[in-house]
C-alpha cells in the first residue's frame, strides 16, 4: 500500500486489469512481497488468527441469521429450533457461541503482544488507536450477540448494562429508555441489538482494512522493537509468515474445535439455557469471561457513578498509552524493571477475571476471618478487586510514565539481525524457544 | 500511485476549474459563486440535520408501547404480609400489603440515617399505609429484589446486595435511591390503576 511495488503483471489480462483496477497489484504488494521483519514469533500470527475468527464469526452469523427469529416469544424457541431441528444447526452456532470466546481469547494475546513489544510507540499510534476501536466493537457486538438467545442472562445482562447508561446524571435515564425503546428492556430492545450484532461486524471489518494499512505504512514492529535498517532484516511475507501465520492458524483451530466439539458449553452459563423471565433476576449475573475483569473493576468501585467511570476509564487507558508510556525504548526485551511490571499487569487482569466471576461478598481464603479492617472486610472479593483495580490504573497512569525516565534499560541491537546472527550475550532469555531463531 | 495518462488527465481537468477566474481574489467581497456555495453547504447541512432528528426519535417508545402505559389491578387478591409481583411496562410491580408491626418499624425508621431521605408517609397514599406499591427494579442495576430479605426486612437484591426497608428505602449496598414509587390512583378501596 506505500513504497515501491515489485508487481509485474504476468499476462495479458494483468496488465490490462493493472491499468484499469491495480488490485492484483495491491494484493501482490501487501500479502506476497511485502516486506516483514524476519525475526517475528509466533505472538505475531495473533492478527491473522484473528482475520480467520473475524471470518468465521460472520459466516456462521449470516447463517444462524437464516434461523433466528428476533421477537421476545419466539427468540428463545427459534435457538432452540437451531440447536435440535435445523440441519447441523448445532454445529453452526456452537461455532459461533466458541467462536467470540476464541475471537477475545485472540484479541488477548494480540493486545498483550503489543504492550510487551511497544507496538503502539511511534510511529505506530493511529495502527493501535484503530485496534482500540475495533477492540471496542467487538466487546459492543459480543454484548449485543449475548442477548439474542433470550434466555435469564441474556436479560438480566442486558438489563444491568444498559442501566449502566443510566447512571448518567441528567440525560441517563431518557438515553436509557432511547436504547430500550420502551420502558424496560423488551421486544423493541431485542429486535434493535439483532439488526446492531449483524451491523457491527462489518463495521469491525471496515476498521481492520484501515489497521492493516495502518499496519503497512510504517510496517511491523519486531521482538526487538527497533527498527528495521535494511533488506537484510526482512523476508517477503509469502511464503514466510503465510506459512508461519498458516501453522499458527492450524492449531489454533484445533484448540478451538475441541471445545465446540467434546465441551460447547464449557464457556457459557447453564442459566442461559433458562428462558428470559423479566419477573425473577438469577441470584448471580455474570457476563461473559471476557468481560469479567471489567465487571469487577464495576464492582469494586461503591458508587453507580463511579463505578461506570472507572470501567470505561480502564478502557480509556489503552487510547491514552502511546502517550503515558514515556520509554524510548520499545521492547521491554530491554526493560527489566518494566518487564516485571508488565507481567504483574497480566497476573492483575487476570485476577480482575478471577473476582468478576465471584460473588462481591465471597471470601479469598475460605474460614479466614481475621482481615477485618474498620468494617471491611479484606478477605472479601470485593476488596481484591480494588487492589488491582488500583493496580491497573497505577499501571497506565504511574507505573509506564515514571519508568520510562527513571529505569536504564539494556543495551539494544544495532539491527534486527545482529542479536539473531551472533546469538549475543544479551539475547534475552526464552529467545531459543522461538524457533525462528535458529535459521 | 497513479499512470503517468491518470496524471495529466488531472492536469487537464485542473486547467478547466482554474479557468474560472477572480475567485479566490480577497475575501471581503463575496460574489454570487461563494453565495452559492454556502447555501448549498447550508441546505444540505440543514436537510441532514432535519433528518437525524426522525432517525434518532425512531429509538424511542412507540405509540402502542406507550399505548400500554397503564394496568389495573384488583388488590382483594394479596393477604396481609404478602406482596403481589405483576408486570407493568414490562418491569415488575411491587404490590405489598404491609403488617402493622412492617408499617411502624418503616414510621421507626423515618428520621434515621437514609441515603435517600424520605419518610415513610411519603411512600403511600394517604390513609392507605399498609398499601406499598413500588417499581420492583434494584436502582443499582435493575435486578429484582427478593421480597423479605435483607437486614431491614423490606428486600434484598442478590445482584450486588443492596438492602431495602419495609417502605423499599434503600438502606445499605451499592444502589443510590429508594425503590421507585409508580404513579397511581385507588380507583376504589379494592382496586387500584397504576400509569
Known amino acids: 500500500m506505500s513504497g515501491h511495488s515489485n508487481y509485474e503483471p504476468k499476462n495479458g489480462f494483468e496488465k490490462w486489469l493493472d491499468e484499469r483496477l491495480p488490485i492484483i497489484r495491491l494484493g501482490y504488494d501487501s500479502l506476497v512481497d511485502f516486506p516483514t521483519p524476519k525475526n517475528l514469533n509466533y505472538w505475531y500470527t495473533f492478527g491473522g488468527i484473528l482475520a480467520v475468527c473475524l471470518g468465521i464469526q460472520i459466516v456462521t452469523g449470516i447463517i444462524l441469521a437464516m434461523h433466528y427469529v428476533a421477537h421476545v416469544d419466539m427468540a428463545f424457541a427459534s435457538v432452540e429450533h437451531i440447536m435440535r431441528d435445523v440441519n447441523y444447526g448445532w454445529l453452526v452456532r456452537y461455532m459461533h457461541s466458541n467462536g467470540a470466546s476464541m475471537f477475545f481469547l485472540a484479541v488477548y494475546v494480540h493486545m498483550f503482544r503489543g504492550l510487551y513489544y511497544g507496538s503502539y510507540k511511534a510511529p505506530r499510534e493511529v495502527l493501535w488507536l484503530l485496534g482500540c476501536v475495533i477492540y471496542m466493537l467487538m466487546i459492543i457486538t459480543a454484548f449485543m450477540g449475548y442477548v439474542l438467545p433470550w434466555g435469564q442472562m441474556s436479560f438480566h445482562g442486558a438489563v444491568v448494562i444498559t442501566n449502566l447508561i443510566g447512571a448518567i446524571p441528567v440525560i441517563g435515564p431518557a438515553i436509557t429508555t432511547w436504547l430500550w425503546g420502551g420502558f424496560a428492556v423488551d421486544d423493541p430492545t431485542l429486535n434493535r441489538f439483532f439488526s446492531l450484532h449483524y451491523l457491527m461486524p462489518f463495521m469491525i471489518a471496515g476498521v481492520v482494512g484501515l489497521h492493516i494499512w495502518a499496519l503497512h505504512v510504517p510496517g511491523n514492529n519486531n521482538p526487538t522493537g527497533v527498527n528495521v535498517k535494511s533488506k537484510e532484516d526482512t523476508v517477503p511475507f509469502h511464503p514466510y509468515y503465510t506459512v508461519k501465520d498458516g501453522f499458527a492458524i492450524s492449531v489454533f483451530l484445533l484448540m478451538y474445535a475441541a471445545f465446540v466439539f467434546f465441551n460447547p458449553n464449557a464457556l457459557g452459563d447453564a442459566v442461559n439455557y433458562v428462558p428470559a423471565n423479566p419477573l425473577v433476576t438469577p441470584a448471580h449475573i455474570v457476563p461473559e469471561w471476557y468481560l469479567l475483569p471489567f465487571y469487577a473493576i464495576l464492582r469494586a468501585v461503591p458508587d453507580k457513578l463511579m463505578g461506570v467511570i472507572f470501567m470505561g476509564g480502564a478502557i480509556a487507558m489503552l487510547f491514552l498509552l502511546p502517550w503515558l508510556d514515556t520509554s524510548k525504548v520499545r521492547s521491554m526485551r530491554y526493560r527489566p524493571t518494566a518487564k516485571l511490571y508488565f507481567f504483574i499487569f497480566v497476573i492483575v487482569t487476570l485476577i480482575l477475571g478471577y473476582c468478576g466471576g465471584q460473588l462481591p461478598d465471597n471470601k479469598i481464603i475460605p474460614g479466614l476471618t481475621t482481615f477485618q479492617v474498620a468494617a471491611s472486610d479484606l478477605n472479601s472479593v470485593v476488596w481484591l478487586s480494588r487492589l488491582a483495580t488500583a493496580y491497573y490504573f497505577a499501571y497506565f497512569l504511574v507505573i509506564l510514565p515514571v519508568l520510562g525516565l527513571t529505569e536504564s534499560p539494556l543495551p539494544q541491537p544495532e539491527s534486527i539481525s545482529e542479536p539473531v546472527l551472533s546469538h549475543s550475550a544479551n539475547a534475552p532469555i526464552g529467545a531459543a524457544a522461538s524457533p525462528e531463531k535458529r535459521g | ?195
Open chain 2, 1 to 195: 500511485m497513479f499512470s503517468p495518462q491518470l496524471k495529466g488527465s488531472f492536469k487537464v481537468a485542473s486547467t478547466v476549474v482554474g479557468a474560472t477566474p477572480e475567485h479566490h481574489t480577497g475575501g471581503e467581497d463575496p460574489n454570487r459563486r461563494d453565495f452559492i456555495h454556502i447555501a448549498a453547504t447550508v441546505a444540505a447541512v440543514g436537510a441532514a440535520g432535519g433528518l437525524a432528528w426522525p432517525f434518532i426519535d425512531q429509538m424511542n417508545p412507540a405509540a402502542d408501547t406507550l399505548a400500554l402505559a397503564s394496568v389495573e389491578f384488583d388488590l382483594s387478591k394479596v393477604e396481609t404480609g404478602q406482596q403481589v409481583v405483576i408486570k407493568w411496562r414490562g418491569k415488575p410491580l411491587f404490590i405489598r400489603h404491609r403488617s402493622g408491626k412492617e408499617i411502624a418499624s418503616a414510621i421507626k425508621d423515618n428520621h434515621a440515617d437514609l441515603r435517600d431521605p424520605q419518610t415513610d408517609e411519603e411512600r403511600h397514599k394517604a390513609g392507605k399505609a399498609e398499601w406499598l406499591i413500588l417499581i420492583g427494579t434494584c436502582t443499582h442495576l435493575g435486578c429484582v429484589p427478593t421480597f423479605g430479605g435483607g437486614d431491614y426486612g423490606g428486600w434484598f437484591c442478590p445482584c450486588h446486595g443492596s438492602h431495602y426497608d419495609t417502605s423499599g428505602r434503600i438502606r445499605k449496598g451499592p444502589a443510590p435511591k429508594n425503590l421507585a414509587v409508580p404513579e397511581y390512583t385507588f380507583l376504589s378501596d379494592s382496586k387500584v390503576k397504576v400509569g
